[in-house]
């Protein structure tokens, strides 16, 4: 407990898994697989297991599919770590299966667009899977007042060994002949490789230094037990009114925000014929500006409270959804990217925060409460992701699948503006 060594190896995981959600899932590999997939078939058209449709629907699809099974089996995964201990044992198996899998879309160059579909699904599960049992190990690392400290450091670990490894790539692909690489797509292969190996590389660190504390043998009562649990909070809404409607916010927002951070790079390339380098550029845009505004609306919120700020992104994030309709110029989607990154961030960080407030206060197991504000957020990353692809599909425009992210946005404000506790707000709170 408290000890510099373990909370170090614990931040290491993040500095190791992080390089997944920058370059994986944000930057490189949404790229390159709009490009190879429509070199491969000629146009956006790909077939997928002899089913005809555009590759942008597809991958909108794949990545619904990736939350759902994570949100199928949270609850397992949730039981097992706070029950059955081993925490160690399935976060090297979560991460081994997610850095593999990574490893594998070296080998996917667009005819086989079934493997590379899979490898992607696979790497999305091992990502999310492994986070579940990386988070569990915080309460036994270090003491309750320092979680807020240890967990922000653990962020921060992710953040700059991510753009060290997204900066490295972007050299390699904008100047494959200084590494020996030959041109075309090979440095981009080579990124998702380097990610598979940086991330079961700098896991090893956690692995060999963090305890591993077996506490009950798995059976059966273990493995139900996380979906019991779920059962419990959901029908404990009942008596918590603020809390119902906030989740319900929540949910329909956070399938406008996830929706957008997934699919933006695709819009880029697509909708508006960004190249590779510049697309990357803008992901490290929003990474840098995140972090202020974090800070800012986090400010914002201690003057007028959880509720006004959330208020005023969503506000923000529905001119967002208009503008990036409108959107024709390169300088006005970097625009658009930096008011992305700055409420990005803000929202991000009071979600979570507002909902702890919410909270019963004579809750002693929150761990439950907050295995099923993960599972409401996999859903509505399902959701939003599926309604994204669908809408695309029906209506041939990825401009009509973000316009009508607005729809979601606006549901989240009518929703949060049910929400009436005083600990939302300061001035009640002191009154």
């Keep these: 407990m408290n000890q510099k060594k373990v909370i170090n190896a614990w931040c290491m995981y993040d500095w190791a898994n992080s390089v997944y959600s920058l370059t994986i899932t944000t930057a490189i590999f949404p790229i390159y697989y709009e490009a190879v997939t429509k070199e491969a078939f000629g146009s956006d058209i790909v077939s997928f297991f002899g089913f005809q449709l555009p590759n942008t629907v597809l991958y909108s699809y794949a990545l619904s599919c990736s939350f759902l099974i994570v949100a199928a089996i949270l609850p397992l995964l949730t039981g097992i770590a706070d029950y059955g201990g081993r925490k160690k044992s399935f976060l090297k198996f979560f991460a081994s299966l997610g850095s593999f899998s990574c490893i594998m879309l070296f080998f996917f160059d667009g005819p086989n667009i079934e493997f590379g579909i899979a490898c992607a699904v696979f790497a999305s599960v091992g990502y999310s899977g492994s ?10 690392i270090v003491s309750q007042e320092r979680y807020d400290v240890v967990s922000a450091k653990g962020y921060s670990f992710g953040y700059f060994g991510s753009v060290i490894l997204l ?15 030959p041109p075309g797509t090979t440095a981009a292969k080579i990124s ?6 940086w991330w079961i590389g700098f896991a090893q660190i956690p692995f060999r230094i963090l305890p591993d504390q077996v506490r009950n043998r798995i059976d059966s009562s273990i493995l139900i037990n996380g979906y019991q649990e779920i059962r419990k909070v959901w029908l404990s809404l009942k008596d918590s ?6 989740l319900t916010s929540f949910f329909f927002y956070t399938m406008g925000v996830q929706t957008v951070m997934y699919m933006a790079p695709l819009y880029g390339t697509k909708v508006l014929q960004l190249t590779t380098d510049k697309l990357i550029i803008t992901v490290l845009l929003i990474q840098l500006v995140a972090i202020p505004g974090s800070y800012g609306f986090a400010k914002l919120s201690q003057r007028k409270g959880n509720k006004f700020a959330l208020m005023v992104m969503l506000v923000i ?7 990036a309709y409108t959107v024709t110029k390169e300088i006005e989607f970097y625009v658009l990217a930096t008011v992305v990154g700055l409420i990005m961030g803000g929202i991000q960080a009071l979600s979570r925060a507002t909902y702890s407030k919410l909270i019963p206060k004579s809750t002693i197991d929150t761990a439950s409460y907050f295995s099923f504000f993960d599972v409401t957020y996999n859903l509505g990353v399902v959701c939003g992701t599926f309604a ?12 009509n ?12 404000i009518v929703f949060l503006s049910m929400v009436k506790s005083p600990l939302l707000n300061p001035s009640q709170r002191q009154s």
């Design 131 to 140: 986070l579940v049992f990386y988070d569990a190990f915080l309460p036994e």
């Design 167 to 181: 900066l490295i790539n972007l050299a390699m692909i904008q100047m494959p002949e200084a590494f020996g690489i």
């Design 192 to 197: 998702f490789l380097m990610v598979g190996l």
């Design 241 to 246: 009114p603020h809390l119902k409607k906030y």
């Design 317 to 323: 994030w529905i001119f967002v959804c208009y503008f």
């Design 388 to 399: 994204y692809g669908l809408i695309e599909h029906i209506t041939g425009s990825m401009r």
């Design 401 to 412: 699948s973000t316009i009508a992210l607005a729809v979601f946005f606006i549901l989240g």
